[in-house]
Structure formats: structure tokens, C-alpha cells
């Protein structure tokens, strides 16, 4: 076998640890699945400064914001679970998005949410002041209004921390004032989400602590393999929709080594 390094050592091992404790009894099992899911998820917002929050682990990025696409969804329009779809003809639902933003996330939320294209609204970015990145903050509240005066219901706002090539990061301060007066969930995602974990952080990014959501890959930070994504998010019942889900392995093998002692 070709030599695989340190990283990929520890990858090995906590796939192969994972493995071996499948092998445990199903009520042993969970009862340790769910003590390392709390101590990682624990340990993964106070690390970013996360309070309060829940985790959800995904292998594809983009599963974060459509799962919690799916939780908000089913908080806004309470007869979803049992009409479907047809819940959201009285008011459709819009996602906003920055132009900035990852290539191909809307047509992947619609086509995973069964959501039709109309249902996006992409936000142009700022460019008469301040950066060509960063969304336009005046012009995101004039499509919201416009929205709701066409009887749309504003659903959610992706915003970027590090955004994609350019690494410019939104006013996510004043982002998540017009989320909370149009009533709106705010997802952050972006390289920039890392710096959280930093003794010195600038405000810009501090804000992201007080967005509804974030998706971190701690893999692409730290270049390990195999480690999954991860996406942060508060509400009042976390279990909806089925989003906690079991840690990664690589999650699970720190964890367990070292609450063994205690299982």
C-alpha cells in the first residue's frame, strides 16, 4: 500500500473504529452513538461559538441548507406534512441567494425541495459601494418587500462567509436584522467560518454566531479525509424533520477515545 500519512492514518482509524463498534450490542451501541453525537456537538459550537445549537453531520456540503430548508418549511406551512406541496400554493416560498454565491446551489435546492425555479431570487451584489462581492444589503430589502406585496412568503437567506475564489464576506450583521424583521432564517456558509475558532475574531465574521445556521467543513480546513460536513443550526425542536443524525467517524473516534473511561 502506498504510505497514506498522518492524516490519512487517522482517517483509517476512525473508519475502522466506527466499523468495529457496529459489532456492539443495538443498545449498547446507542447509547454511545448518542453520547459522542452530544459531546461532538457540544464540543463543535462551543468551539465556533454556537450556543445552544444542534448538529447535523452530511457528506455533501450543499445537504446542510437543504435539510434545514426542509425544517423551515415545515415550521412556516403547517399543513406541509400532510398536503405537500400543495401547502405552498397560497404563498410561495422564496430562497434568496447571493450572485456571489456557490455555482448551482438554487437549482439543487429546488430540484431536492421538489421547488420550482421561480422559487429563487437571486440578490445582486454591491457595485457602486463597497466590495463586488458582498451582497447588496438595500437592494435584498426592496425584493423582500416586493415579495411580500405579491403575496410571497420570504423563506431563508444563504449568506457567505468567504466567499467562492473571492473570499469576501457579507454585512452579516445587518443580514440578520432584515431576517429577523421579515421573519426569515439565515444560513451562513464560506471558508471564513474557520477564523471563528480563533482567540482574535473580526466582528464581521463574530455575526455569524447569530445566524440561524452554518455549514462548516472542517475537513477541507484541516485537509483531512473522509471527514464530513457539518451544519449548525438553533430551533425550538430540533428533532423536526429527522435532522440529528449520527456523528462521523472520524467525529466518533475522537470523541469515544476520550469519554472511554466514562461508556
Not at 466590495?131 to 431563508?156: C, F, N, R, T, Y
Not at 429577523?180 to 456558509?189: A, G, I, P, R, T
Not at 443524525?245 to 476520550?258: D, G, H, N, V, Y
Request: with cysteine; glycine share 8%.
Amino acid at each position: 500500500m502506498p504510505p497514506v500519512g498522518s492524516h490519512g492514518h487517522m482517517a483509517l482509524l476512525g473508519h475502522s473504529l466506527a466499523a468495529y463498534l457496529s459489532l456492539l450490542p443495538r443498545g449498547r451501541l446507542r447509547r454511545l452513538s448518542t453520547r459522542v453525537l452530544s459531546d461532538s456537538t457540544l464540543w463543535l459550537c462551543r468551539l465556533f461559538r454556537y450556543e445552544s445549537g444542534s448538529a447535523y453531520f452530511h457528506e455533501d456540503e450543499r445537504e446542510g441548507v437543504v435539510k434545514v430548508c426542509r425544517l423551515v418549511i415545515h415550521a412556516r406551512y403547517e399543513d406541509y406534512a400532510s398536503e405537500g406541496y400543495a401547502a405552498l400554493g397560497p404563498r410561495q416560498p422564496v430562497i434568496y441567494l447571493s450572485a456571489s454565491g456557490r455555482p448551482g446551489l438554487g437549482q439543487h435546492l429546488c430540484s431536492q425541495l421538489g421547488l420550482p425555479l421561480s422559487s429563487l431570487c437571486t440578490v445582486p451584489c454591491n457595485t457602486v459601494f463597497g466590495s463586488q462581492h458582498q451582497m447588496d444589503v438595500a437592494l435584498l430589502d426592496k425584493l423582500i418587500k416586493e415579495d411580500v406585496e405579491a403575496g410571497k412568503l420570504p423563506l431563508l437567506l444563504v449568506a457567505n462567509a468567504g466567499t467562492p475564489g473571492a473570499g469576501h464576506t457579507d454585512k452579516l450583521a445587518r443580514l440578520k436584522d432584515l431576517c429577523d424583521q421579515y421573519s426569515m432564517w439565515l444560513h451562513v456558509e464560506g471558508v471564513n467560518l474557520a477564523t471563528l475558532a480563533l482567540a482574535q475574531v473580526s466582528s464581521s465574521i463574530l455575526a455569524a454566531s447569530r445566524s440561524d445556521s452554518m455549514t462548516l467543513t472542517p475537513g477541507q480546513w484541516l485537509g483531512l479525509p473522509a471527514v464530513t460536513a457539518v451544519t449548525l443550526y438553533r430551533h425550538e425542536d430540533p428533532a423536526l424533520v429527522g435532522l440529528p443524525s449520527s456523528p462521523p467517524p472520524l467525529l466518533l473516534c475522537s470523541s469515544a477515545s476520550t469519554h472511554t473511561g466514562n461508556t
